[in-house]
């Protein structure tokens, strides 16, 4: 994480890749009336109130702090999504005799979500797919776009799209492509993940979630059976982990980033002054 020899290749590669598509949006932004874009920046930096979404067990420290107007809110999560329940199938099993000192609770519940744009790849979904299908673990899959060309396992559970609010306080284990959407309300919600980054944003929060030991980082295209199924059973067996997570859930979930957004953003308007104007 302090090895710092390639950053500056990387910034290099990084303009270069995105030279052009930053060209056309400054563009664009310029015909609708509005300044230039930053150098290098999708976004415009507000000069009354900015929010960002990440929790503080994710976030490295900055060398550089962000400006007062830039207010952090660690999760915010929606509460609009239809409820949701599994089919009588995947239900839970009764909880069995203790084992091993440890009482089971049957087969864990899994989901499986790679996004609207990495659930259009069939045939990585396709592969997860059949890995997971020759488990006894319960799936439940958000096909995405292409769901017509998926084909689930007896042991799955799946729709084009899910109310991924409803359903993660199910689930045992997420395994994710790292948007920060799914990363932080799986934060929110105290699941391990199992981040397989496809492109953007997703690599860094997938490297964030393995350095931080919330979870694991695995190449979506060459992981293996082994590699895939060994993550899941080292992140679900876990109870250091477990514990961890639990205590992160309950401080998220007892200061929600929804009313702290409200709160701010209706307290930029009713004074029409910066809101480090106001601390």
Known sequence: MNDRSDWDRFRRAYADAHAELHRDFDQFCRDMGCPPLPGGEFMYASPFLNLYVYPDELDYPRERRLNETWQQL??????????????????????TLPHRGRETSGRKLIYLSLGSLGSADTRLMTRLIDILGRTDYRVVVSMGPQHHELRLADNMYGEEFLPQTSILPLVDLVITHGGNNTVTESMHFGKPM???????DQHDNAQRVQETGFGLRLDAYQCDDRQLLGSIERLLTDEALAARLALVSRRLQAAPGTVQAAGRIEAVSRSRLPIAART
């Open 74 to 95: 660690e999760s915010c999560v929606r509460r609009t999504d239809p409820e949701f329940a599994l089919p009588d199938r995947l239900q839970a099993p009764t909880p």
């Open 194 to 200: 199992v981040v397989l980054p496809l492109f953007w």
